[in-house]
């Protein structure tokens, strides 16, 4: 992860962030955030017309795997 951090910097031309400094900032990151960018991104695209068949409530996958 450090090494993917480094050359994301280098190639911003940002300064270089330790690992500590990463894993305090990481920790301080809303979980709820990414449900909301779930249902903003993924659940509202992807399932914004209602023709998706449920089972018990729940919306099924397509079958394109069987």
């Known amino acids: 992860m450090q090494l ?9 031309q940002l300064p270089l962030v330790n690992s500590s400094a990463f894993t305090q900032a990481r920790g301080n990151l809303n979980h709820t955030a990414f449900i909301e960018l779930n249902q903003a991104a993924v ?16 919306r099924l996958g397509e079958e394109r795997y069987v």
């Not at 993917?4 to 911003?12: H, I, P, S």
């Not at 017309?49 to 018990?56: A, F, H, P, T």
């Open 43 to 58: 659940v509202q695209v992807c399932y914004q017309e209602d023709d998706y068949q449920r089972y018990k409530g729940f």
């Open 4 to 12: 993917v951090l480094n050359e994301f910097c280098d190639k911003l």
